[in-house]
């Protein structure tokens, strides 16, 4: 079963303005971690933002923040303030406190249009 | 600032070669992890080890051998190569304390004809 599901494929976002990526997961884990990574067109992984089950505050790091819905299973990336250098893959992952591994979600294309 | 060092950052292969990418991580860390990305998929875990000298499957390990000799470097070897295992490869790291980010080295883009 998925674990993480990403249903935006692709995105259009205008400079400056915000533009809001949607995760969904799947766990029976009362404990488990959630992340963000973004992946620009050379590449490379890049840790943006982590919220853990138990945080009683949705995460935030500079421009980047995650609306953590527990109920809902939600954990979705709010990007305030768009920039050209945002273009780029975003995936959410997971991590469960009895597992190794992290569970992708397929991700989600940023286009930022000037 | 080195963190996570793939190498080779490239490279061909010929269909039944053989051939092992390193991966070195200057941060200390205790787990070691290498996935690998296709088209339009996320990423999926090869193998992974939890400390020097230890290694456990992940998700798709077949057709992968890994060995975790020094703490710091995780061996992923190809002992036969198939057109099947053409793929971006990654190799991340994290310390063992908690449920911790895992940092990402830049990838191995691998072809095999």
């Known amino acids: 079963a998925q674990k993480i599901t990403q249903t935006q494929p692709g995105m259009f976002v205008q400079e400056k303005e915000a533009v809001t990526l949607d995760c969904t997961y799947d766990?029976?884990?009362?404990?488990?971690?959630l992340f963000w990574y973004k992946q620009p067109s050379s590449g490379e992984m890049i840790f943006l933002i982590y919220?853990?089950?138990?945080?009683?505050q949705n995460a935030t790091e500079g421009r980047y923040s995650l609306n953590f819905q527990k109920a809902r299973k939600s954990a979705n990336l709010v990007i305030s303030a768009s920039q050209l250098g945002d273009s780029a893959m975003y995936f959410c992952?997971?991590?469960?406190?009895?597992?190794?591994?992290?569970?992708f979600g397929a991700g989600t294309t940023v286009t930022v249009r000037a | 600032n080195a963190g996570v060092t793939q190498t080779p950052k490239f490279r061909v292969l010929k269909t039944g070669q053989s051939m092992t990418l390193l991966c070195a991580q200057d941060?200390?860390?205790?787990?070691m992890y290498w996935y690998r990305q296709d088209p339009g998929m996320g990423l999926r875990l090869i193998h992974y080890?939890?400390?020097?000298?230890?290694?456990a499957k992940g998700e798709v390990p077949d057709g992968y051998n890994v060995s975790r000799l020094k703490k710091q470097n995780f061996l992923l070897g190809l002992e036969s190569a198939a057109p099947s295992q053409t793929s971006v490869y990654f190799c991340?790291?994290?310390?063992?304390?908690?449920?911790?980010?895992?940092?990402f080295g830049d990838g191995t883009r691998l072809s095999i004809l």
């Open positions: 991340a790291s994290s310390t063992g304390q908690g449920i911790q980010p895992q940092h």
């Open positions: 766990t029976s884990d009362p404990s488990y971690g």
């Open positions: 919220q853990g089950s138990y945080d009683q």
């Open positions: 992952a997971m991590r469960e406190v009895g597992s190794r591994k992290l569970s």
């Open positions: 941060m200390n860390h205790e787990y």
């Open positions: 080890s939890v400390g020097e000298g230890t290694t």
